[in-house]
Nanobody, 115 residues
Framework: QVQLVESGGGLVQPGGSLRLSCAAS???????MGWYRQAPGKERELVAI???????NYADSVKGRFTISRDNAKNTVYLQMNSLKPEDTAVYYC??????????WGQGTQVTVSS
């Protein structure tokens, strides 16, 4: 069983920065990790994904502003969010996939971008 514990959400002004962290507990191999988000009234969408080999994929809306990284030794994934916009406001969910292709989700952390 894997548990994902997120931290780092909050309220920030437009143009500001936040860093999200997600630590995966458990003694299994985590392959893919990443972040999704869901804004009110919208479907959950991919933000960024990183493989165990550090290959990355970003949503077009965050390219050049967000950076995903991971520490494999700690089974932790990070999302550095810069130049935040009001449209980035959402609940951000950590995601992980293990070696048997089972998906795991965090409980979500609120990010609000507002002046």
């Amino acid at each position: 069983q894997v548990q994902l514990v997120e931290s780092g959400g909050g309220l920030v002004q437009p143009g500001g920065s936040l860093r999200l962290s997600c630590a995966a507990s458990g003694t299994i191999i985590i392959n893919r990790m990443g972040w999704y988000r869901q804004a009110p009234g919208k479907e959950r969408e991919l933000v960024a994904i990183i493989s165990s080999g550090s290959s990355t994929n970003y949503a077009d809306s965050v390219k050049g502003r967000f950076t995903i990284s991971r520490d494999n030794a700690k089974n932790t994934v990070y999302l550095q969010m810069n130049s935040l916009k009001p449209e980035d406001t959402a609940v951000y969910y950590c995601y992980a996939r293990d070696g048997t292709y089972v998906n795991y989700w965090g409980q979500g952390t609120q990010v609000t971008v507002s002046s």
